[in-house]
């Protein structure tokens, strides 16, 4: 497998689950050793087997933790230079208000 970036990663966010796509796509990665997963739907969650095709059951990871909680506030609970990588699992753009400024942007970049 192709490495991400220049300086593999080896603590990964990624903030909102969805079907859990990403989070799978974080563990196969040779270099990560931890996949923190921070969404507000505990319903997302609990429906994740439904997806398993898709995810592969990987909320069982021993790698990946999971926190029900906004994925902006669990940033910034947690000490700078926590993730070497950080991603989003958005939800479709009809739901979200796409033109809302991003709240995101509101943090500082030592995250």
Same mark, same amino acid.
């Given at each position: 497998?192709?490495?991400?970036?220049?300086?593999?990663?080896?603590?990964?966010?990624?903030?909102?689950?969805?079907?859990?796509?990403?989070?799978?796509?974080?563990? !196969?990665? =040779?270099?990560? +050793?931890?996949?923190?997963? &921070?969404?507000?739907?505990?319903?997302?969650?609990?429906? /994740? #087997?439904?997806?398993?095709?898709?995810?592969?059951?990987?909320?069982?990871?021993?790698?990946?933790?999971?926190?029900?909680?906004?994925?902006?506030?669990?940033?910034? !609970?947690? =000490?700078?230079? +926590?993730?070497?990588?950080? &991603?989003?699992?958005?939800?479709?753009?009809?739901?979200? /208000? #796409?033109?809302?400024?991003?709240?995101?942007?509101?943090?500082?970049?030592?995250?």
């Amino acid at each position: 497998m192709a490495s991400w970036c220049v300086n593999p990663a080896a603590r990964v966010l990624v903030i909102g689950f969805g079907v859990g796509n990403t989070t799978r796509a974080a563990t !196969l990665h =040779p270099s990560v +050793t931890r996949v923190d997963v &921070a969404d507000l739907s505990t319903n997302v969650l609990r429906h /994740a #087997s439904y997806f398993e095709d898709a995810n592969a059951g990987v909320l069982r990871d021993p790698k990946v933790t999971v926190y029900v909680n906004d994925g902006r506030h669990h940033l910034r !609970l947690q =000490p700078e230079g +926590t993730y070497d990588l950080i &991603a989003l699992e958005p939800p479709p753009s009809r739901l979200s /208000a #796409s033109h809302a400024p991003n709240p995101l942007n509101t943090l500082p970049n030592s995250v």
